[in-house]
């Protein structure tokens, strides 16, 4: 029981600390912006990508209370068809959709299970700027805080992950302040559920004209019902015009 506890304890501490380095991140004036390559032959990214014949570019991943994530992505060249059958091959994948069909590639959804490289870089207090894999590896552009111990956060991705490499280094300024400000403002004023809500919904095309999905298709990718994704979405809203709005 004393080690349950204890590493219960050290699992809430680890995931406040990770929390208060990526928030740091978002704030930080500089930062340090890191190119990776990473050949693991079983990471699930990869293997999707060996198994379609094709490049895969991450475009938003939206973590879920209960531990899945829903991954959005776009497939440079592969079937429509192959995409929609994933979930019948693999048991990661909880659900796969195709959201539209574009010149870029065909746009989809995933909801899978379990951890993926980029949670693993959020853990180590990374935020994932750039993320594309395919059949030679995965490649992740992230950041880290200006100060922040690179070679320690490399010897740490790669105690799980050894076949990473620090491909380039650079220092960059970070977005601008009125932008960090804005974001800062959203995660205050937001609940989680609403944040879930209104960030799935713009990875999924619903902001688009035309819509790539319905509300009630958003809702269904939550597992929640219309009414409850409008509820949540309109509180969203109002909560971001009145930052723009109100005097």
Same mark, same amino acid.
């Given at each position: ?24 991140? /978002?704030?930080? #004036? ?12 079983? =990471? ?34 592969? #079937? ?6 994933? !979930?019948?091959?693999? *048991? ?57 111990? *690179? ?14 490499? =620090? ?35 713009? !990875? ?17 990718? /939550? ?25």
């Amino acid at each position: 029981m004393t080690r349950t506890v204890l590493s219960e304890a050290g699992e809430t501490i680890a995931n406040a600390i990770n929390t208060v380095e990526t928030q740091r991140t /978002l704030l930080a #004036d500089r930062v340090t912006e890191l190119e990776l390559s990473i050949d693991e032959p079983d =990471l699930f990214l990869r293997t999707l990508a060996t198994h379609l014949g094709t490049r895969l570019v991450v475009d938003d991943i939206v973590n879920e209370s209960g531990g899945a994530s829903l991954v959005f992505l776009t497939a440079e060249d592969a #079937d429509a068809e192959a995409l929609s059958s994933l !979930a019948d091959e693999f *048991v990661t994948v909880e659900r796969a959709d195709v959201i539209a069909e574009r010149d870029e590639g065909i746009r989809c959804e995933l909801r899978l299970t379990g951890t993926t490289i980029a949670s693993t870089l959020t853990d180590y207090g990374a935020i994932t700027r750039e993320l594309a894999a395919d059949a030679n590896g995965i490649r992740a552009v992230i950041e880290l805080p200006y100060d922040a111990d *690179v070679r320690e956060f490399v010897e740490s991705i790669q105690a799980t992950h050894p076949n990473t490499d =620090l491909v380039a280094r650079r220092n960059q300024t970070s977005s601008v302040q009125s932008e960090r400000d804005v974001r800062a403002g959203v995660t205050e004023r937001l609940t989680d559920r609403q944040y879930e809500v209104v960030r799935t919904a713009y !990875a999924s095309g619903f902001f688009e004209w035309p819509r790539d999905r319905t509300g009630q298709e958003v809702a269904a990718s /939550l597992d929640i019902s219309q009414p409850t994704f409008n509820k949540h979405l309109r509180s969203a809203e109002r909560k971001l015009f009145s930052m723009l709005l109100d005097d």
